[in-house]
């Protein structure tokens, strides 16, 4: 997704945690189904919203979750 390239996946653990369907990939059943339509998804917007998954968005979304001992 980094690169742009949307992602055809099962809906399953992981690539649902990741997948933001109908912008950063498809989740279905059926594979075909999935990667055929996730060909019409626009690139620039897959590689923006996987942009979001990077170590720096990562590490703000852990420090926010830290708390006082």
Do not use: I
């Not at 059926?30 to 979001?52: F, I, K, N, T």
């Amino acid at each position: 997704m980094t690169f742009g390239l949307p992602v055809a996946t099962f809906p399953v653990t992981g690539p649902v945690d990741v997948v933001a369907p109908g912008v950063t990939g498809v989740l279905d059943c059926d594979l075909r189904a999935a990667a055929l339509c996730a060909l019409r998804l626009d690139r620039g917007e897959v590689r923006r919203a996987a942009l979001s998954f990077g170590w720096d968005a990562c590490t703000r979304q852990f420090e926010l979750l830290l708390q006082p001992a």
